[in-house]
């Protein structure tokens, strides 16, 4: 069943359209869930909140148009997952562990792994607080930059140039250090 079908079966109320909708979407949006939730919740409160991501969409079926139910659907399980960890006072992470590497098989390889994280890590922390924050918001937590501006209060294109600056200096600063990369 293709995008518009199971906007039409979703907003004439029909379940076959919610499930339609999940089954296509459940992956995806289980991923955003637990790559926020990282282990600070329970295999049950992080399906609720997968749960509630999908409920969301079955009451706001109107809101919701095709070519962008993707988008939507991970704007919701973020801030849905964001919520939850805030309800239960926990808070977000916007250091240490946000940029690890796909782990490997081999030693060599993982040394060498653990050598590119601590080049990342030394040049992102050459960045302010405030632009490392945007960094994190953008590349880890997949915030838009309306997001991040709405967020941090602050004008969207202050938040593309922080952005782009801070690739710059993190390209020097790796370039520096001898990381090569693959662009």
Same mark, same amino acid.
């Given at each position: ?8 079966? /979703? ?25 926020? /939730?990282?282990?600070?919740? =329970? ?35 973020? +801030? ?11 808070? /977000?992470?916007?250091? !240490? ?17 653990? !050598?590119?994280?601590? /080049? ?28 991040? =501006?709405?967020?941090?209060?602050? +004008? ?28």
């Amino acid at each position: 069943m293709n995008e518009t079908k199971i906007l039409q079966k /979703l907003r004439a109320g029909d379940p076959a359209g919610l499930e339609a909708l999940m089954d296509r979407y459940i992956p995806y949006v289980s991923a955003v869930v637990w790559n926020i /939730l990282r282990g600070h919740m =329970s295999q049950e409160d992080g399906e609720e909140v997968v749960s509630d991501v999908f409920l969301a969409a079955w009451r706001q079926a109107e809101q919701l148009e095709p070519g962008r139910v993707k988008s939507w659907l991970g704007a919701v399980a973020r +801030n849905t997952s964001k919520n939850k960890l805030r309800q239960m006072g926990k808070t /977000l992470p916007l250091e !240490e562990d946000g940029l690890e590497l796909p782990a490997g098989g081999d030693c060599y390889g993982a040394l060498e792994r653990d !050598e590119e994280q601590q /080049l990342v890590r030394k040049a992102l922390e050459s960045l302010s607080p405030q632009d490392r924050e945007i960094f994190f918001r953008h590349y880890y937590y997949a915030q838009t930059v309306e997001e991040i =501006s709405l967020a941090m209060g602050m +004008n969207g294109s202050t938040v593309k140039t922080r952005l782009r600056r801070g690739r710059e200096k993190l390209k020097g600063s790796l370039l520096k250090e001898g990381f090569v990369y693959e662009a």
